[in-house]
């Protein structure tokens, strides 16, 4: 994209109603023209009380942010999806500005670094926009990332999306046992530092949790050997259990929760699984 093009794109969006919903650039998009379907970062809130040392610089903290965008597209080519993190009062350069990588299936990511005011109590405007490989802009999506140097509970954390199988098949007689992970995707209003714990647990069997660990797959999660998580501290908490040729075939339910460090729960989710032969 040229520079007039991306200063215009991003002079039309500074000037939009700030909201937290994916806003299409008119009440009749272009035709054919890509379009924001999902739009999220994380954390939504940077809390100076709750930040590692590592974090803070003197007189300033160093946030790293994942910016992440379902977009809607036409035919095969992949378009442009462009990010600005501005200044709290819009105006001047934005503090980053750059493209999200493309993934598959219409996901774009992108992790950006960047340095605040650590005095000041500020919401900093995050915006995004796509445009088709003809430079027409399809749609914009916009929210803030808040900063705060006191934590105070607003919302429990959430589930929001389970990745477990419907099915699995019990090793027979004889043979080792087979490994399952289960994942768990969870968000945190107050960002994912503010996560205590995610586990689940057989709703037969209350007693017996499970902890689920978001590592990397690099220490041991609860009494097993790893967790089998892929990436580290992206809120997708993981967690290997064996199934042996001993366990009876059926349908378990499993219960899952998350808690943050003030105690707020989230809603139960609960999948069931059954164990085949």
């Not at 709750?50 to 036409?74: C, K, M, P």
């Not at 005011?117 to 919401?123: D, H, K, L, T």
């Not at 609860?222 to 992206?234: F, I, K």
Request: glycine share 6%; charged share 20%.
């Amino acid at each position: 994209m040229n520079r007039s093009l991306f200063s215009t794109s991003l002079l039309l969006i500074a000037f939009l109603s700030a909201c937290d919903s994916v806003q299409q650039s008119s009440p009749d998009p272009l035709e054919g023209a890509p379009l924001i379907e999902q739009f999220s970062i994380s954390p939504q809130r940077v809390i100076y009380a709750l930040l590692d040392e590592s974090a803070i610089d003197g007189d300033s903290v160093r946030v790293s942010l994942s910016i992440n965008a379902q977009v809607q597209t036409y035919g095969t080519e992949v378009p442009l999806v462009s990010y600005a993190i501005l200044s709290p009062d819009t105006l001047g350069q934005p503090i980053r500005s750059g493209s999200l990588a493309y993934v598959q299936n219409g996901r774009f990511t992108a992790r950006v670094n960047f340095a605040i005011s650590a005095f000041e109590v500020q919401s900093y405007p995050v915006l995004i926009y796509v445009t088709d490989h003809h430079q027409r802009l399809g749609g914009e999506a916009r929210t803030s990332l808040e900063y705060a140097r006191f934590f105070e509970p607003q919302s429990p954390p959430v589930i929001e999306k389970l990745i477990v199988p419907e099915t699995f098949q019990r090793p027979s007689p004889g043979q080792p046992p087979r490994r399952l992970t289960i994942a768990a995707e969870v968000s945190d209003p107050d960002g994912l530092n503010d996560l205590e714990s995610v586990e689940f647990w057989n709703e037969a069997r209350p007693s017996e949790r499970f902890i689920m660990c978001d590592d990397g797959n690099q220490h041991p999660c609860g009494n097993s050997p790893d967790s089998g998580d892929e990436l580290a501290r992206d809120g997708i908490y993981s967690r290997t259990i064996f199934i042996l040729a001993g366990n009876a075939l059926g349908l378990n339910t499993f219960v899952f929760e998350a808690v943050d460090r003030s105690g707020l729960r989230s809603a139960h989710v609960k999948h069931t699984l059954e164990l085949t032969q």
